[in-house]
């Protein structure tokens, strides 16, 4: 670790001053509760090989082209660590830290992301016909997004090892979550997005103090880019997949869900989806803590989302493929649901078959529909990613996919407050500074 840092020509003091200080991420009376190491990290593994790497050095994908995961030594964490134990500890996605990837807790970047809200929708639910209906409100993190989760732990980790500078090729939110992240560590960031992004991450991205980098194409033009030109001159890929650690973030929705709901899992759980590292990630997470023997039964059905000018992954698999192909001419407004090939198309997928999950396409037209249905129904403003769900639930609760009385919950991915523009402008009457009976109707 000494040398990694000697090699970055940066201080770890330096950096540890700019995250602030350790005790910030556990209350002073916090007592550790098991003798396991901050974290149980033991190797890396590739997704499709499995190829081991040494967990403690940079890497971004392995020899044969593919994601890398991130392994733990989970029988340790099961003979030490309880679900109780967990109570005590700070509202924060570290709360899981034995589980998370970073070894120090010096080491960790923060913005006090993570234990967000789940609540149930039980008007929207009504309409739809579904039994529970309840959203994991991701809007609650740091720049709105759910993305802040996989910038914590990816940035954190990533500065760990020794990189010095990071790029990302991104539709948007990523892009702005890694910002602020960026920000507060003092690393310098090249953020790539299409020219059409949001107007709202183009502007905080550069207002952050990243380079900030308009693509005339779609993300994964963004990709080439970095591939081509940026990484040769040293600086490290963060994009979706492109190193290990995102995923890791993007997971303890996984945990927090079981957690909230009593180490219970839902019937179900649907997913706005683009290049659908959320549904890998949560897998993931399910997965570890039937491991650890946290939480029982069945796993819940796992159901992808995606536009109907951009659904690679919904064709895939209804053709019951192990891979996508590339969606050309991709078009939808929800720009983050606008991947025309995930990089980790196969692990998607994998985890929508082994949860008997199911893929879905709905219009932009719904889209806008569900935008304004949720918030006049729940009081709940959705970003067009995240309203991409209503529709497909209403479908699958007519095609029986989904049940009466299933508890449901939906990825609320991000606010529609960076999305004005998704709402219509009404027709509002202007009122005389003089109160009049006749100027409004009576109430």
Same mark, same amino acid.
Request: aromatic share 8%; glycine share 8%.
């Given at each position: ?28 009376? *916090? ?8 974290? +149980? ?24 082209? !593919? ?36 070894? &120090? ?50 940035? +954190? ?43 709202? +991450? ?68 649907? *997913? ?42 919904? &064709?895939?698999?209804?053709? &019951? ?11 939808? *407004? ?28 709905? !219009? ?48 609320? !991915? ?17 009122? +005389?500074?003089?109160? !009049? ?7």
């Amino acid at each position: 670790m000494v040398m990694l840092w000697a090699r970055a020509g940066r201080s770890r003091a330096t950096l540890t001053d700019l995250r602030g200080p350790p005790y910030s991420l556990h209350p002073p009376d *916090f007592t550790p509760v098991t003798p396991l190491p901050y974290s +149980s990290l033991s190797h890396l593994e590739c997704a499709r090989c499995q190829q081991p790497y040494d967990a403690d050095r940079l890497h971004n994908t392995c020899t044969c082209g !593919s994601p890398l995961l991130a392994r733990y030594d989970l029988s340790a964490v099961a003979r030490t660590l309880t679900p109780a134990a967990l109570a005590p500890r700070s509202a924060t996605l570290w709360r899981y830290h034995e589980l998370l990837p970073v070894r &120090q807790p010096a080491d960790i970047v923060s913005l006090g992301e993570g234990w967000t809200p789940l609540f149930p929708l039980p008007r929207l639910a009504q309409s739809l016909g579904i039994g529970q209906l309840l959203i994991k409100d991701e809007s609650a993190n740091p720049g709105d997004t759910f993305k802040a989760r996989g910038a914590t732990v990816g940035i +954190s980790q990533a500065i760990a090892l020794g990189a010095e500078k990071l790029a990302i090729a991104t539709n948007g939110n990523a892009g702005e979550a890694w910002a602020l992240y960026a920000a507060r560590a003092g690393i310098p960031l090249t953020v790539l997005m299409p020219q059409d992004a949001n107007p709202v +991450s183009q502007r905080l991205c550069a207002g952050a103090g990243a380079a900030t980098y308009l693509v005339d194409g779609l993300i994964a033009d963004a990709g080439n880019w970095i591939q081509q030109h940026f990484q040769p001159q040293g600086w490290f890929d963060v994009s979706t997949l492109k190193e290990p650690y995102r995923l890791e973030g993007k997971k303890t929705m996984g945990y927090e869900i079981a957690e909230q709901l009593g180490w219970q899992l839902p019937d179900a759980i649907v *997913f706005p989806t683009g290049g659908g590292i959320a549904i890998a990630a949560m897998y993931k997470a399910f997965q570890e803590l039937q491991e650890l023997g946290w939480v029982q039964g069945p796993l819940p059905r796992l159901i992808a989302v995606q536009a109907d000018g951009c659904a690679p992954l919904v &064709q895939a698999f209804h053709a &019951q493929a192990t891979t996508s192909e590339y969606c050309h001419n991709a078009h939808t *407004f929800a720009t983050g649901l606008r991947v025309p090939k995930s990089f980790g198309d196969f692990m998607v997928l994998e985890a929508l078959y082994a949860t008997k999950g199911y893929a879905i396409a709905v !219009s932009d037209g719904e889209i806008a529909a569900a935008i304004q249905q949720t918030l006049a129904t729940e009081g709940v403003f959705l970003c067009p990613e995240a309203a991409s769900v209503i529709p497909a639930i209403q479908t699958l609760g007519q095609k029986g996919i989904l049940h009466p009385d299933d508890r449901v919950v939906i990825l609320g !991915s991000g606010s529609g407050c960076k999305y004005p523009d998704s709402l219509s402008t009404p027709e509002l009457k202007v009122l +005389s500074k003089t109160p !009049s009976l006749e100027a409004v109707p009576h109430h």
